[in-house]
């Protein structure tokens, strides 16, 4: 007897998999781009989107913001994917490449666009160099900004980006460090040193209702006027969770790690401590539920980052799943004695 024949179920499952065919297109072409770029280039070029660093929580340890370094030097050397996307994933990186599109035809048409998807990049030496693409400049009433565009959904984006009863709304940490880059890097455009901050602009994807928030750096300049440090300032108040030197030094140090092909630590927690789960579940980062279920031993705790469904080469890194509770530490201390002789011999000659 033949299968009663289900429109809904052949149909999503022809689209899905055209879905993964165009990102395995879309893959094919990214990396021989890449390809193309390490052999004509001898240059280690790091973006600001794989940007990271370690907040520091206040309750005795740090969580990592942004992107692995392990993963980002994977993905540099174009390291073989062991855990690819789903169709869900890829949608909406795709789908938040045509919410841009979009928003840069209403910026043209409100005649306040100068630039779209403009590229900047900035050498730090001989051997490395900074290069990223940020969404948009404008013009506001005579005055220029940058702005980025962003969508998202899921209840701890709300919480970060909307802010809560206790909380502050602010932007996503990873974007936050991206644009400190992008607004030094300005600083020297002699096009466009004249920007002022960057606008973020996040739109849920289900209402599309608009949120705002307004980066500025409050630098550290030396003699010779140059930019030698800088902390966040978002929405006219200054933060100190992260700075640009940390963030520069973090890229100086994988520039170090590809230049000599020597991988990077883990650096997210795979399995959380107790004392590290009960501070994340005061502070409303791990849901009730999630830690019941941790509780009754059905669940794992860990950092997002390090994961099958964030990480491309998690099976890669972990020799596949460890059937027990052990943990892998970020290796902290380690990481900031590179960072103080990488800053001494690199950071304050180049920059």
């Known amino acids: 007897m033949s299968e009663i024949f ?26 021989n781009k890449r390809k193309e770029s390490l052999q004509e280039n001898s240059v280690v070029v790091i ?6 660093f370690f907040r520091d929580t206040g309750a005795g340890f740090s969580l990592l913001e942004g992107k692995c370094q392990r993963q980002a030097f ?14 869900i994933s890829y949608r909406r990186m795709r789908y938040g490449q045509i919410y841009e599109a979009q928003e840069h035809v209403y910026e043209k048409k409100a005649g306040i666009l100068i630039e779209s998807n403009y590229r900047m990049e900035k050498k730090i030496s001989d051997k490395v160099s900074i ?36 909380t502050n709304g602010m932007p996503k940490y990873d974007h936050i460090a991206q644009n400190m880059f992008y607004l030094a890097m ?17 739109r849920t994807r289900g209402s599309l209702e608009p949120t705002i928030h307004v ?59 107790e004392d590290k789960i009960r501070y994340l579940l005061s502070i409303s980062e791990i849901s009730k539920t999630k830690f019941q279920e941790w509780e009754k031993g059905k669940t794992k705790l860990g950092s997002w980052q390090c ?27 380690i990481l900031k004695d590179m960072y103080k002789e990488t800053v001494d011999k690199t950071f304050t000659e180049n920059w």
């Open 307 to 333: 994961s099958r469904i964030y990480c491309s080469y998690f099976d890669r890194c972990m020799g596949h799943t460890p059937n027990n509770k052990a943990s892998w530490p970020c290796d902290e201390d």
């Open 6 to 31: 289900d429109p809904a179920k052949i149909y999503l499952n022809s689209i899905n998999r055209g879905c993964e065919l165009d990102s395995e297109e879309q893959e094919e072409v990214y990396k």
């Open 215 to 273: 980066l500025q750096l409050a630098e550290t300049r030396n003699s010779e006027g140059k930019i030698v440090d800088a902390y966040p300032i978002i929405n006219g108040t200054e933060y100190h969770f992260v700075s640009l030197k940390e963030l520069i030094t973090r890229g100086i140090i994988l520039a170090n790690h590809i230049l000599n092909n020597t991988l990077p630590p883990r650096e997210p927690d795979y399995e959380y401590s």
């Open 47 to 52: 973006s600001p989107s794989r940007s990271s």
């Open 74 to 87: 994977l993905d540099y050397k174009l390291a073989t994917v062991t855990n690819k996307s789903d169709h």
């Open 131 to 166: 290069s990223g693409e940020l969404d948009s400049i404008v013009n506001l009433e005579g005055r220029k900004f940058i702005v980025e565009h962003k969508s998202y959904d899921g209840y701890y984006a709300e919480k970060q980006i909307k802010g809560s009863s206790t």
């Open 186 to 202: 300005l600083k020297e455009d002699p096009k466009h040193q004249d920007v002022e901050a960057t606008l973020f602009h996040y």
